[in-house]
Nanobody, 125 residues
Framework: QLQLIESGGGLVQVGGSLRLSCAAS????????MGWFRQAPGKEREFVAA????????VYAVSVKGRFTISRDNTKNTIYLQMNSLAPEDTAVYYC??????????????????WGQGTQVTVSS
């Protein structure tokens, strides 16, 4: 089992930045690829970014590419999502998720095995 806890969410103005963290505990020795997803009010949860276990592969949604950066520190069992140039449409609950196995289909949320509880990000205009 892996437990995932997100932090770093909050209220920020348009154009501002936030860094989300996701700390993993439990079976952290198991190789797991990580993703960030988000769900805005009244919308379905959507893919944001993902990173492979080794960190050598990253994938981004078109809507965040160039503004968001995903990274990981396996010595701390933590992944990060640096979010810059935030816009109102980035307002959502952000979830981190872990996927076991191969680093394929990382944009597909149904492939993920463990999920955090989420952290709220609100961008005010």
């Amino acid at each position: 089992q892996l437990q995932l806890i997100e932090s770093g969410g909050g209220l920020v103005q348009v154009g501002g930045s936030l860094r989300l963290s996701c700390a993993a505990s439990g079976r952290t020795a198991t190789r797991h690829h990580m993703g960030w997803f988000r769900q805005a009010p009244g919308k379905e949860r959507e893919f944001v970014a993902a990173i492979s276990w080794t960190g050598d592969m990253t994938v981004y949604a078109v809507s965040v590419k160039g503004r968001f950066t995903i990274s990981r520190d396996n010595t701390k069992n933590t992944i990060y999502l640096q979010m810059n140039s935030l816009a109102p449409e980035d307002t959502a609950v952000y979830y981190c998720a872990a996927k076991l196995g191969t680093p394929t289909d990382l944009t597909n949320q149904v492939r993920y095995d463990y999920w955090g509880q989420g952290t709220q990000v609100t961008v005010s205009s």
